[in-house]
Each structure stands twice: as C-alpha cells, then as structure tokens.
C-alpha cells in the first residue's frame, strides 16, 4: 500500500505517558523498528509538544500527571489531533476504582480517536494514527469528495 | 561552587522504571555532588484495588502492573497463593511456567541492551536488536496469543498447553538465538567503543550492594551471588544447576560499574537459552492445571486460610508478593514488590561524583521500569535565570562525549 | 561460612534472644520432579526486642530485607517484615518472615535504616500508608503520595471514612 500519494505532508507525534504500566508505549517504540517501521510514512516521534501535529496519550490518568496532561494539550498548536492508546485511557480499563487514578482521559482534554487493546498492537496504532491523519486534512482544509475518496482507498 | 539544580525526567523512548521519576541534581562545574529522588509518579494504588476483587481477578491486575515484566508478577503471585492455601502445581505446569519466564527474560534483556545503546548515542544498535528481539515475540505469540500480558497464569498451573506441533518451533527459535548470540556478543562485549565509554562509570561496591539491599543483575554485577534461581529454586529450577552469573565469568575481574552490568545481561541470555532447552528435552507428561473447573476454584480459596510468600526472579530482580488469605472471597492482604523498588536506593552512590553527560547511561544501567516525561529544568541560583534542556539536548552531551572519547 | 538448617537456626535465635519470640512455625514445601524440600520459617516476636533480632541475624550473614506488609486487623496494626538469609548455595537460603504487633492508636516501633540503609524506602511507604513512626528514620518526605495529599489521610486503614469520598468524587 502506497501511502505517499495520499499524505503530502508529515506527521510529528508526541508520546505522553500518565502512568501507565509500559505496555502499550513498548509497542509505540516497537513501530520505529525495521520490521514495522513507521519512517517510512513520515511519521516521527519528536521531542516536545510544541512541534506536534498529534498526541498519543497512554495510561489511566494518575492525579499528579493531571496537570502535567492539560499543561501540554494546551502547549500543542492548532490544528491538532489527540489519540487515545489502550483501555486504560479510553474507560479506566482495570484501574476503575483507584484513589489516585482520575478517571479516562475524555474527561479532561477532547478526544479524536480512540484506539483500544490490553495491550495494543502495533497495526492497530497505525490503523488509529492514519484516521487522525485523515481527520487533519479535512482540518487543513480538502474538500469533502477527496477526503471520501481517500477514506474508501485507505479502507479497500 | 554555583548551586545549579536540574530537574530531570527520563524521556519518551524510554521504556522503563515504574514510576516517571524526578530528580534533583546538585552540580559543580560538570560533576554531581549530590542527588535527590521523588518517586510516586505512577502510583495507581493497585494495592488498595485488589482489595475489592477476587483472587483470580487479581492475576488480572497483577499482569498489568509492569508490560515489560509481565509474565513475572502473576508467577509470584500464584505461587504466593498457591503456599497459603496448599495447592499442588503439576510437574508439566511446572515446566510450562519456567518456559515462559525464561523467553520473556530473553525479550526483556535484549530490549534494554537497544535502549542503552541508544542513550550512548548507537541508535542503530536499537534498531538491530529489537528486530533480534521480533523472533521472540513471535515464538510468545504463538504460544499464548499475544505479544504481551500473556494471560497463562493461573492458580493451580497453567491455562495452555505446549503441544506436539510447537516443539520444532521453539527449537528452531532456539537456533536463532544461538546463531545470532554471536552477533550480540561482538557488539556489545568485545567493542572498544562501548568498553571505553562505560568502564569505570557508576561504581557501585560490594558493600554497598550488600547493604542497599540491592537485586538482580545490578547486585550481581557488584559480585553479590543473589539469585532466587539457585538460592531458592523453584518449579523447574529445582531440576536443572543454576549459577549465579558474576562479571569475572567473562572478564576476570569484578568493578562494578556500567560495562559490568551489561556483561551480566548479555550472560544470562545466553543462560536463558540453555534452560529452555534442557526444559523442552525433559518435559514431563500429565496435567496443566490441578483444578480445571473455575467455580470450584474459587469455592476452594474461599474457605482458605494462611499467609504465604511467593519469589521468582524476574528479569530485573526478585518479585515477591506476599498473601493473606482469610476465609472469605478477597484476600485479606496483598503486597507485591517489584524488584526496581530495592534498586532506587543504589541510585543514589553511583551518580555521585559522575559527569553530567554519563546521566542517561547510569540511570538506565538498572533497567529501571518508569513511564516518563520530558523535561529539563535548569535553574542557576546566583542569577535566577531559568533553562529549559530537552531530552535531546540531554542525550547530545552523552553523545558528544562518545565521540570526544573515541578520537 | 557455616549455613544452618531451619531447627538449627531456629534454637539460635531461641537460645541467645530470651523473652523475644512469642510464636514460631516452619513451613516445608517441595519443589520440581525431583520433590526437594525448602523452608520458611514464620516469627512473631515482641516489638521492643525486634532491633536486638535484626542484630542477631547480622552476626550470621547480612540478611537480605525483601519489603515490609503491613495490615490493619481492627485491633492492631500488624507489621511482618520478609527477610531472607544464607543466599549463595543451592536450597540453602532461608525465608524468615517476622511479625510485629503494634498499638492501633500511636503505632510506632524503632527504625532499622541504621543497621540496614536498604530499609528505608519501605519504612518510609508503610510511613504514609499506616501513620506508623518510624523512630529515627532520616527521610521524612512522602515517597509514592503526592505532596498535596491531606496529611491525616492514611489510604491503607480501614477506619478512615475521608478516603472513601475522595475515591467517589472523581470516578
């Protein structure tokens, strides 16, 4: 599958992590390897927020990363994508009833895509990373018609 | 002496330690005079939630306490359980159990040994040993299904079997890792580059090993011959030798510092290989579990009553976990302890009087278990001006000092 | 280097700690095809004699502290305290498991960070999940709870009504 004639520009990713135990952020480290290797498309892992398009965020919301979490959506800059990764973001997963967890992440920053597993696999990422993709270009502005064309390609 | 203090997270890929963890540096010109450690950012209180769930429910939570080591945390909790309340495991569950534990050991060095590459500034080391490390995920996965959090655990024994048909798989997977052993040998071991850049840097003594009450390979690699394998041995261990792996095996000599460490972990990979062998040679006939039905299970611990302690020595260390079962459906207490809650201390005596450049390699010789952060805060006391370094800033002075070393 | 067997190392610490022990069991389990045995020995001693305890088993070799458990009976608040001992030759290490029992009012008992440094950071967790003083422990701070936390919370005793409003409000 070419992806080159459907993304003219490329994606920088944040990893945010708010405590959670290492398994899905394994796999999103697992994706710049040469077997799935994730370079190819033009999506990179950077550094700090203020050069992302999307953020992936991983764990149930531990209460003293709340501030941290908000701190870095708003450092972000328009337009961005946010992408949840695991169960424990998307709902609490097994850590429902913690003292000191807050609650899934849509509670706190809007969420656009929401990817769940325990743990995740690395296609799946991808599969969730290329929606937020799509979500952007109709930000950016493509008409309707070429965003549903390239959703029905994306998706044969 | 300008009192200059840093604010250090561990960054993104970085896959380790428990909890996000933040430091506090105090330095003089490029030394660190002392060091200060705030754990507790990744603190789920999972403790307090196994409080309200059920026994086997807690195997559950207990895998998802660390993605990296999670085959071991369920291990020491059901033999924890299995102690309280008398349960017989069957002698090829037995075998079964230590399978899996020794190719997640497998899995598990190797990921760190990319890691700490890349924190040396070889990032193509990384690349080149996780996709050693692929062979073995698949070998996991065709096991137990998934690539992580194996859900095989359960009290009693195991929930799936190795058939007739996996066998010549696993030797052929077994093959591979003696072949490419070779490969990791050169280039980790025999290299003069990351000889030069780790020898002498985040000495921890013997003493001080001792008295911290350090474990796994960071207490071995200090000359301390700990290990639950063959102090205490258990399930399969029982059956085969199994030796403390010390640095002088390799090298002669014990320092301990960082080359040390990484000669224990490539050791006992090749350790690893040699028990999975011996285990699939010898693997005993009989029953997986020693209660199928689940219902019964849970009646039979729910009139159970007794304290029990479990051990396994997983990757980084010794887990224990330690159960109190009281007649009724949740345990009355539950602790578990991952083996880098002993380790933090030691933290402490090695990055003393270290370069600033040589932070990310020592923090990350103990193969910490941490979810992490990003940032560096630098601020100057005398000026009150305000620094901010990021994580890549952090690993170009590493870098920059590998290549100083090697001209 | 001379390791002892469970009723050896059990009649040591009964002859040269007098008035110390209040309960001794040893437990006996088997391991592998083989069916070898290993032990674990389970204490209960008297809180103002445990530091002359620890002191006794150092003159053997250096015990290895695993981590403190901790747990609130209603009437006590109950500390077992898991070491391990003779570690380097095959089924010959010993796990001791000591318990002390302590007042559910001002439970305190003297720290051990002086003989043993690695203790600290479990002193420290049962500090703030307990409220037990630690006599003479050198680091005071809280270790896994924030530092905002209300300070006469305590997450792991059962009596303490603020913990269940602060796990309701938020789920």
């Given at each position: 599958m070419k992806l080159d004639k459907y993304f003219d520009r490329s994606l920088w990713v944040f990893h945010l992590n708010?405590?959670?135990?290492n398994g899905c952020d394994i796999e999103i480290v697992a994706?710049?390897?040469?077997?799935?290797?994730?370079?190819?498309?033009g999506i990179k892992l950077v550094g700090?927020?203020?050069?992302?398009d999307v953020l992936l965020v991983t764990g149930p919301v531990n209460r003293k990363m709340l501030p941290r979490l908000k701190l870095i959506y708003e450092q972000t800059p328009d337009p961005k994508a946010v992408i949840v990764v695991g169960t424990c973001g998307t709902?609490?997963?097994?850590?429902?009833?913690?003292?000191?967890v807050v609650g899934p992440v849509d509670k706190h920053i809007p969420v656009d895509v929401y990817v769940p597993g325990c743990p995740i696999r690395p296609e799946a990422i991808i599969n969730g990373v290329l929606k937020a993709w799509l979500k952007l270009e109709r930000l950016r502005g493509f008409s309707g018609a070429e965003i549903e064309k390239k959703i029905a390609e994306v998706n044969a | 002496m300008s009192k200059t203090t840093y604010k250090i997270p561990i960054g993104p890929i970085h896959p380790s330690l428990e909890e996000p963890m933040t430091f506090n540096f105090e330095i003089a010109g490029e030394r660190i005079q002392s060091v200060d450690l705030l754990p507790g950012?990744?603190?789920?209180?999972i403790e307090f939630m196994g409080r309200n769930r059920n026994i086997v429910q807690i195997i559950y939570l207990a895998e998802r306490i660390c993605g990296i080591c999670s085959a071991s945390h369920p291990f020491a909790f059901c033999r924890a359980v299995e102690n309280a309340a008398g349960i017989e495991v069957p002698p090829r569950a037995e075998y079964i159990r230590v399978v899996i534990a020794e190719l997640e050991r497998i899995h598990s060095h190797i990921l760190w040994a990319g890691v700490a590459a890349l924190e040396l500034g070889f990032s193509s080391l990384l690349y080149l040993s996780w996709k050693v490390r692929e062979e073995v995920l698949d070998l996991l996965e065709l096991l137990t299904?998934?690539?992580?959090?194996?859900?095989?655990?359960?009290?009693?024994?195991?929930?799936?079997d190795i058939t007739e048909e996996h066998i010549p798989r696993i030797r052929k997977t077994l093959e591979y890792y003696k072949d490419a052993y070779q490969t990791l040998e050169d280039v980790?071991?025999?290299?003069?580059s990351i000889a030069l850049r780790t020898k002498g840097v985040g000495i921890l003594t013997y003493e001080q090993a001792l008295k911290l009450a350090s474990v796994g390979p960071t207490a071995r690699a200090s000359?301390?011959?700990?290990d639950v394998r063959q102090d205490q041995p258990y399930s399969a261990y029982a059956d085969l030798d199994i030796k403390a792996i010390t640095p002088d095996v390799f090298?002669?000599?014990?320092?301990?510092?960082v080359y040390d460490r990484i000669i224990v972990r490539v050791l006992e990979v090749f350790q690893s290989v040699q028990i999975i062998e011996q285990c699939i040679n010898n693997l005993p006939e009989g029953?997986?579990?020693?209660?199928?039905?689940l219902a019964k299970l849970l009646g039979t611990l729910k009139k159970a009553k007794g304290e029990g302690v479990g051990r396994h020595e997983a990757p980084r260390g010794e887990v224990i976990h330690y159960v109190k079962l009281n007649?009724?459906?949740?345990?009355?207490v539950w602790k578990a302890r991952a083996p880098t809650y002993n380790n933090l201390m030691p933290w402490m005596p090695m990055l003393?009087?270290?370069?600033?450049?040589?932070i990310p390699i020592v923090i990350a010789s103990i193969d910490p278990c941490i979810g992490c952060m990003d940032r560096v805060t630098l601020v100057d006391?005398?000026?009150n001006k305000k620094e901010v370094l990021t994580r890549e800033e952090l690993i170009k002075l590493s870098v920059a000092k590998t290549r100083r070393i090697l001209k | 280097m001379k390791y002892f067997n469970p009723e050896e190392l059990l009649s040591f610490l009964k002859e040269n700690l007098p008035?110390?022990?209040l309960d001794s069991n040893i437990l006996t389990r088997k391991a592998g095809v083989k069916q070898e045995e290993f032990h674990q020995i389970w204490l209960e001693v008297k809180k103002e004699r445990f530091r002359d305890t620890v002191k006794m088993l150092m003159s053997l070799q250096f015990p290895h502290i695993a981590i403190i458990a901790g747990n609130d009976t209603g009437e006590s608040v109950d500390l077992t305290y898991l070491f391990s001992i003779?570690?380097?030759?095959?089924?010959k290490e010993i796990s001791l498991n000591i318990k002390v029992s302590l007042d559910r009012e001002k439970p305190s008992i003297e720290s051990i960070t002086d003989l043993i440094p690695g203790a600290q950071t479990t002193e420290r967790e049962i500090k703030e999940m307990f409220g037990v003083e630690f006599v003479g422990l050198p680091e005071m701070r809280n270790i896994f709870?924030?530092?905002?936390?209300?300070?006469?919370?305590?997450?792991?005793?059962?009596?303490?009504?603020g913990l269940d409003e602060l796990v309701q409000k938020e789920s």
């Amino acid at each position: 599958m070419k992806l080159d004639k459907y993304f003219d520009r490329s994606l920088w990713v944040f990893h945010l992590n708010t405590g959670s135990c290492n398994g899905c952020d394994i796999e999103i480290v697992a994706l710049l390897t040469p077997r799935y290797d994730v370079e190819r498309f033009g999506i990179k892992l950077v550094g700090t927020p203020k050069h992302a398009d999307v953020l992936l965020v991983t764990g149930p919301v531990n209460r003293k990363m709340l501030p941290r979490l908000k701190l870095i959506y708003e450092q972000t800059p328009d337009p961005k994508a946010v992408i949840v990764v695991g169960t424990c973001g998307t709902s609490g997963g097994v850590f429902y009833d913690s003292y000191n967890v807050v609650g899934p992440v849509d509670k706190h920053i809007p969420v656009d895509v929401y990817v769940p597993g325990c743990p995740i696999r690395p296609e799946a990422i991808i599969n969730g990373v290329l929606k937020a993709w799509l979500k952007l270009e109709r930000l950016r502005g493509f008409s309707g018609a070429e965003i549903e064309k390239k959703i029905a390609e994306v998706n044969a | 002496m300008s009192k200059t203090t840093y604010k250090i997270p561990i960054g993104p890929i970085h896959p380790s330690l428990e909890e996000p963890m933040t430091f506090n540096f105090e330095i003089a010109g490029e030394r660190i005079q002392s060091v200060d450690l705030l754990p507790g950012d990744n603190h789920r209180g999972i403790e307090f939630m196994g409080r309200n769930r059920n026994i086997v429910q807690i195997i559950y939570l207990a895998e998802r306490i660390c993605g990296i080591c999670s085959a071991s945390h369920p291990f020491a909790f059901c033999r924890a359980v299995e102690n309280a309340a008398g349960i017989e495991v069957p002698p090829r569950a037995e075998y079964i159990r230590v399978v899996i534990a020794e190719l997640e050991r497998i899995h598990s060095h190797i990921l760190w040994a990319g890691v700490a590459a890349l924190e040396l500034g070889f990032s193509s080391l990384l690349y080149l040993s996780w996709k050693v490390r692929e062979e073995v995920l698949d070998l996991l996965e065709l096991l137990t299904g998934n690539r992580i959090n194996y859900g095989i655990f359960m009290i009693g024994g195991v929930r799936r079997d190795i058939t007739e048909e996996h066998i010549p798989r696993i030797r052929k997977t077994l093959e591979y890792y003696k072949d490419a052993y070779q490969t990791l040998e050169d280039v980790f071991l025999k290299d003069p580059s990351i000889a030069l850049r780790t020898k002498g840097v985040g000495i921890l003594t013997y003493e001080q090993a001792l008295k911290l009450a350090s474990v796994g390979p960071t207490a071995r690699a200090s000359g301390v011959k700990k290990d639950v394998r063959q102090d205490q041995p258990y399930s399969a261990y029982a059956d085969l030798d199994i030796k403390a792996i010390t640095p002088d095996v390799f090298s002669g000599e014990v320092n301990g510092d960082v080359y040390d460490r990484i000669i224990v972990r490539v050791l006992e990979v090749f350790q690893s290989v040699q028990i999975i062998e011996q285990c699939i040679n010898n693997l005993p006939e009989g029953d997986i579990v020693s209660e199928p039905k689940l219902a019964k299970l849970l009646g039979t611990l729910k009139k159970a009553k007794g304290e029990g302690v479990g051990r396994h020595e997983a990757p980084r260390g010794e887990v224990i976990h330690y159960v109190k079962l009281n007649e009724s459906e949740n345990p009355e207490v539950w602790k578990a302890r991952a083996p880098t809650y002993n380790n933090l201390m030691p933290w402490m005596p090695m990055l003393e009087n270290q370069e600033v450049a040589d932070i990310p390699i020592v923090i990350a010789s103990i193969d910490p278990c941490i979810g992490c952060m990003d940032r560096v805060t630098l601020v100057d006391s005398q000026t009150n001006k305000k620094e901010v370094l990021t994580r890549e800033e952090l690993i170009k002075l590493s870098v920059a000092k590998t290549r100083r070393i090697l001209k | 280097m001379k390791y002892f067997n469970p009723e050896e190392l059990l009649s040591f610490l009964k002859e040269n700690l007098p008035e110390t022990i209040l309960d001794s069991n040893i437990l006996t389990r088997k391991a592998g095809v083989k069916q070898e045995e290993f032990h674990q020995i389970w204490l209960e001693v008297k809180k103002e004699r445990f530091r002359d305890t620890v002191k006794m088993l150092m003159s053997l070799q250096f015990p290895h502290i695993a981590i403190i458990a901790g747990n609130d009976t209603g009437e006590s608040v109950d500390l077992t305290y898991l070491f391990s001992i003779f570690y380097g030759e095959k089924f010959k290490e010993i796990s001791l498991n000591i318990k002390v029992s302590l007042d559910r009012e001002k439970p305190s008992i003297e720290s051990i960070t002086d003989l043993i440094p690695g203790a600290q950071t479990t002193e420290r967790e049962i500090k703030e999940m307990f409220g037990v003083e630690f006599v003479g422990l050198p680091e005071m701070r809280n270790i896994f709870l924030p530092e905002d936390f209300p300070k006469n919370i305590f997450p792991f005793r059962k009596d303490q009504k603020g913990l269940d409003e602060l796990v309701q409000k938020e789920s």
